[in-house]
């Protein structure tokens, strides 16, 4: 029986091996055709790689030959172009300014290119660019004269205005950064020599000057020498802006006065100005300025009598914007027994304490197409009344800002104005917007600016009622957008707010 099993075993043992061995055999036949194939897949894996770094090699040569070629081309196109159309362009690159603050410092487009690097960049173009740049005046009438701490500024100077040719020259001197020797190192020291010089090439060609904006420091020494500059005869002068940095440009010998008649003594043939702004002393206006459209005087010391004269002065105003630094609370002066008439005033600014001064003679001036009014630093409510009810009829834009929480009895002075379309208030409180939600003030309002401060929730309920009463009344839907001036408003409010009308910050 134990040998039967044997033989038994033997012969499975046999089959298996028989079997295995022809799976040995197979598999070797396998293995030696899947390395033919492997050894041809890497000769065409490295036939593919070395076509790809060539590819790519010619492409990188082809490019750089096609940038070559580009560059070529556009040089060429640039040297090829009319006269007339290359002065297109130079003219369109200089063109004036819309608004006519927007060729000062203070009033240029962060995005643009500086005004006066404009030729350079041109005249670096190509030879025939700079050729056609050179011969361009216009384009170099734009001269941002450096502060006077060097000779390299008069040199600068002469260059600009030699190739200025005859053009109407546009001159900012932005120099209130500029303090005397005493307190900087001798090579950044104000100069008053150099600035002597800078004056003396203005003056030479002052019968050109068109627009001159002059900010100084008021501790440096060129106050003796603006003046000299101004007596220059200016006849296509058409804006002029003259600063300190500060309100310490006094006269020696009335040193708690700033100087009255100032800009009248220096400014003796400007036939043509338009725009005045100044914070250093005042025009004492006469027939020789009545064509003044825009002026602004900042924070002067200025009497009744002096402010009374610039109105009488300045018909045909269309921008006026008064800063008084003189306390007028305890009494202003009385205006003289007659009414100005302003009849092309659009645009109205009161600051600091010019609201009290003007609030006691508002009965005596007349501004029949006055449409903005602002009001910022307002010192007296009373006086708010008496202007508020004399310009009730045409005002549609009103900016109102105080150093105190609005009430209702804020809301109830300014809801006489029923033509707004748009108001910008500072720091409304509940009862100011509860007025309104009352009285239905304002039935034509269509922009809300906020500018807040120390607010509290309150305030911000307050508000959204108001926008939600505005919103379900048929009367006063006219509110198309909420603005915070401020954008530090909780989020809550904005989305409420939002539910009934656009809300914007900036």
Not at 163 to 182: F, G, H, K
Not at 301 to 330: F, M, N, P, Q
Not at 480 to 485: G, K, L, P, S
Request: include cysteine; hydrophobic fraction near 40%; glycine fraction near 4%.
């Amino acid at each position: 029986m134990a040998l039967q099993s044997v033989h038994s075993r033997l012969t499975f043992n046999d089959s298996a091996l028989r079997q295995l061995r022809e799976r040995e055999a197979a598999l070797l036949l396998a293995e030696e055709r899947a390395c033919v194939a492997l050894q041809a897949a890497q000769d065409a894996l490295d036939t593919v790689r070395s076509e790809l770094q060539d590819v790519r090699g010619r492409s990188a040569d082809i490019a750089s030959t096609n940038n070559d070629l580009r560059a070529s081309l556009s040089a060429r196109l640039l040297r090829s172009v009319p006269s007339e159309l290359l002065y297109r362009i130079f003219v369109d690159t200089v063109s004036n300014p819309r608004d006519w603050k927007g060729w000062m410092p203070s009033g240029c487009d962060p995005l643009d290119p500086p005004r006066d690097t404009i030729p350079f960049t041109l005249a670096a173009v190509c030879r025939r660019w700079r050729r056609e740049a050179i011969r361009m005046g216009r384009l170099w009438s734009f001269i941002v004269v450096p502060p006077p701490v060097g000779t390299a500024v008069l040199d600068y100077l002469a260059v600009m205005l030699e190739r200025s040719q005859a053009a109407p020259l546009d001159i900012i001197m932005e120099w209130n950064a500029v303090v005397p020797s005493s307190r900087r190192s001798q090579q950044q020291a104000f100069s008053t020599d150099i600035c002597r010089g800078v004056f003396d090439q203005l003056g030479e060609v002052a019968q050109r000057l068109r627009r001159v904006y002059c900010r100084l420091h008021s501790s440096c020494d060129a106050a003796p020498l603006l003046r000299q500059f101004l007596l220059y005869p200016t006849p296509q002068l058409q804006e002029l802006a003259v600063e300190a940095s500060s309100l310490e440009w006094r006269d020696r010998d009335r040193p708690d006065e700033l100087v009255d008649g100032f800009m009248d003594r220096c400014l003796p043939h400007c036939p043509q100005l338009r725009k005045l702004h100044t914070n250093i002393a005042h025009p004492l206006c006469s027939d020789g300025y009545s064509s003044l459209t825009h002026l602004v005087l900042e924070y002067l010391a200025l009497s009744g009598t002096a402010v009374w004269e610039v109105l009488r002065g300045c018909r045909v105003l269309v921008h006026l914007d008064i800063a008084l630094i003189k306390d007028y609370t305890k009494g202003p002066p009385a205006p003289a027994p007659f009414t100005v008439v302003l009849p092309a005033l659009r645009t109205f600014l009161l600051r600091s304490f010019s609201d009290t001064l003007f609030g006691a003679w508002i009965d005596h001036l007349t501004v029949p197409s006055l449409q903005t009014l602002e009001m910022r630093e307002v010192t007296s409510l009373g006086a708010t009344s008496r202007i508020m009810a004399h310009v009730s009829n045409t005002v549609i834009s009103l900016v109102y800002c105080t150093y105190e929480t609005l009430g209702r009895a804020d809301a109830e002075k300014l809801s006489v104005l029923e033509n707004l379309r748009r108001v910008t208030v500072s720091e409304p409180g509940a009862d100011f917007y509860r007025y309104l939600i009352e009285n239905d003030a304002w039935p034509k309002l269509e922009s809300l600016c906020l500018v807040f401060g120390d607010t509290e929730e309150e305030d911000h309920r307050a508000l959204v009622d108001f926008a939600r009463t505005r919103k379900e009344s048929a009367e006063t839907a006219t509110l198309e957008r909420v603005v915070f001036a401020d954008g530090e408003q909780p989020r809550w409010l904005a989305n409420n707010v939002g539910l009934y009308t656009s809300v914007h910050a900036r």
